[in-house]
Every structure is written in structure tokens, then in C-alpha cells.
């Protein structure tokens, strides 16, 4: 990881296209490991065939070999498929009623900031839950449970400690919203929990039973 670390920080100073010329402190400072493991990193990369490597009194003179090219365009790659894939998501189930614990956190002033802060709205204190109708639908929640996603950090009042909520962005009919996925939840992996800047149900017109797609919005920070 620490090798990739300095390859992309290489491909960003254009290390891809021509020689650079850099000091092994000025590039540990900048990716913050220390400069003698950044050496050690350069010899690394260099025996797998990934860079060039000269000594000179200024620093290091480093270029990005073909195969080191090669290997950062197949993870480009690799990670745009995967991006891609979360806005394939699809999830289906029923309106269901909740705990009514949703208004309780969702009115906490260091959730609503934070949530505002990462995904642009602050959401109205509650949430609208589904239950999943499919095993596909069931599934695709255990994926994102796995995924990374945009992350609101817990905080902590008294003794009292709030954990971190990933989210990631959808789609409902066209209306803003955003799965959450609490890191101290009360359901099972059979619900799913979505908050909105709007009162979903009201919005929507929705009663408990009703059957919902939710579609998976891909982008940057998830």
C-alpha cells in the first residue's frame, strides 16, 4: 500500500511523462511516512520494474516505467468499475415502521452538521425504513455494509458515545435522499434506514406496506 502510496504521488508530480527530480525527505513530508522508509520504498519499487531510479546531489531522479504506468491505468480501472457499480445498485422492500428513534439522533446538533457538512442538506429529524422484499435486495445491503461510503463521524456527550454513520447517496423517484448505515444499529440487515432533507412519507405519500425502489447514486466520495 505504501509503495502505491508513492507511485501515485510520483504520477502527480508527472512522473508518468518525464524525470523528476526530488528530495526522499521532501516526499516522505508529503505523503507523511519517513524519509528512511521512503528510500526503502524507491529500492522497492525500483527492483519490481516499477520506476528509474538515479542519485544525484539535488536528490533522486525518478520516472514511472511502463509498467508502473500499467499497473496505475488498471487500477484506475478497476476502481471506476467498482464506482460504477454502486450507482447500479438497486434495492427493493416495503415501508415499514420504525422505532422513532430516527428523530431523536437526527435532531443531535452534531449529526445534523455533520450530515449537512458531507452530504449538502440537512436531513429532516426522522427517517423512512424499508424492509427488504428479496434476496437480491438483501444482499446488495451486505455489499454496502462491506463498501466504503461517505462517512459522518461519531462524537461523544458526557459518557455518552455516538458512533459514525456511513452513508451513501440515492435516488427515490427522483427526490433526494441517502441509505445510512449506523455503525450502533437496532435493526437487523433486513431493514434499511433513509433520510432525506423532506419527510419522505409526506412527500411521497407513502404508508407502511408500500413497496419502493431505492437506486444507488455513484459518485466521488463513495
Do not use: W
Request: with cysteine; proline share 3%; aromatic share 6%.
Amino acid at each position: 500500500m505504501k509503495e502505491l502510496k508513492v507511485l501515485i504521488a510520483l504520477s502527480k508530480r508527472g512522473a508518468l511523462d518525464k524525470n523528476i527530480t526530488i528530495k526522499t525527505v521532501d516526499l516522505g513530508r508529503e505523503i507523511k511516512i519517513p524519509q528512511q522508509t521512503v528510500s526503502r520504498l524507491l529500492i522497492k519499487l525500483t527492483e519490481a520494474g516499477l520506476i528509474t531510479r538515479v542519485k544525484e546531489i539535488r536528490g533522486y531522479v525518478l520516472k514511472i516505467t511502463p509498467l508502473g504506468r500499467n499497473l496505475l491505468r488498471n487500477l484506475n480501472l478497476d476502481l471506476n468499475e467498482i464506482f460504477k457499480k454502486i450507482g447500479g445498485i438497486e434495492i427493493k422492500g416495503k415501508v415499514v415502521d420504525g422505532l422513532k428513534d430516527g428523530k431523536y439522533y437526527l435532531n443531535l446538533e452534531e449529526y445534523k452538521k455533520n450530515i449537512k457538512k458531507e452530504l449538502g442538506f440537512e436531513p429532516y429529524p426522522g427517517t423512512l425504513n424499508i424492509i427488504l422484499t428479496d434476496a437480491e435486495s438483501i444482499e446488495a445491503k451486505e455489499r454496502l455494509q462491506r463498501m466504503n461510503g461517505v462517512m459522518i463521524e461519531g462524537f461523544k456527550r458526557g459518557d455518552r458515545i455516538f458512533g459514525s454513520i456511513k452513508c451513501f447517496k440515492c435516488d427515490l423517484y427522483g427526490i433526494e435522499a441517502s441509505i445510512i448505515i449506523p455503525e450502533r444499529s437496532h435493526y437487523g440487515s433486513e431493514i434499511v434506514e433513509l433520510i432525506s432533507p423532506f419527510e419522505l412519507r409526506k412527500r411521497m405519500k407513502l404508508k407502511s406496506g408500500d413497496e419502493i425502489i431505492v437506486r444507488l447514486v455513484g459518485n466521488e466520495n463513495q
